[in-house]
């Protein structure tokens, strides 16, 4: 059913059900991408390896369709830095994504290929729109799980090779209790 014809899920703070896929991304997953390298491998070399995310997902195949995705992040830091996913640009440049916020509270980095930067809140009752052509990262700035559903064109694809290259221009972390937004120092730019 999921896979072709019309479907009803379940959507809450504990995630999406049923669904097609899940996949979770662990600190190991994001090594590159969080900026305090000493407070990564102080981490893994303590034994920790924490989850940081995890998506639910009921993709589909054809030209037209949507895909229907539920993200949660968890609470946590590495080193400043809120936990975050991935991010990334999509294959097809045409396509945009809308988010509606579930539960917990956060933000949404979304950047240009010139390294022009936007930022909305993901937070319940909220719908985020990210037009075409601009990469996104969704950060956890609160205390608990960051709960969001995420509809985008089933052919959108995921380019994640730009960002792991040149990294968001700014990044998300706590300066006394708060959420901050401040120029990346490791931006590669274009
Ligand atoms: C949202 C959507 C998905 C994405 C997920 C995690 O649910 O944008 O397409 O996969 O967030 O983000 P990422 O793929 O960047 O790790
Ligand atoms: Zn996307």
Redesign the pocket.
């Known amino acids: 059913m999921i896979l072709k014809g019309p479907y009803s899920a379940k959507l809450d703070k504990t995630g999406m059900l049923p669904y097609g896929a899940k996949v979770e991304?662990r600190l190991t997953d994001l090594l590159e991408y969080f900026s305090d390298k000493d407070a990564v491998n102080k981490m893994l070399s303590g034994g920790e390896n924490p989850i940081i995310?995890v998506?639910y997902e009921i993709g589909r195949e054809m030209e037209g369709e949507l895909n229907v995705?539920c993200?949660i992040i968890y609470p946590g830091k590495i080193g400043d830095e809120y936990y975050f996913?991935?991010?990334?640009f999509h294959v097809k440049e045409t396509t945009s994504?809308v988010y509606f916020g579930i539960s917990g509270e956060g933000m949404i980095l979304m950047q240009d290929r010139k390294g022009n930067v936007f930022v909305e809140e993901i937070k319940p009752e909220t719908i985020v729109y990210i037009p075409p052509g601009l990469a996104?990262?969704?950060v956890n700035t609160g205390k608990t799980e960051l709960v969001f559903l995420?509809i985008?064109p089933s052919g959108s694809g995921?380019d994640y090779e730009t960002v792991r290259k040149k990294g968001f221009a700014k990044l998300i972390v706590e300066k006394n209790g708060k959420p901050v937004i401040i120029d990346n120092p490791n931006y590669k730019g274009n």
């Open positions: 991304r995310y998506v995705g993200t996913t991935m991010g990334h994504e996104h990262r969704s995420a985008y995921h």
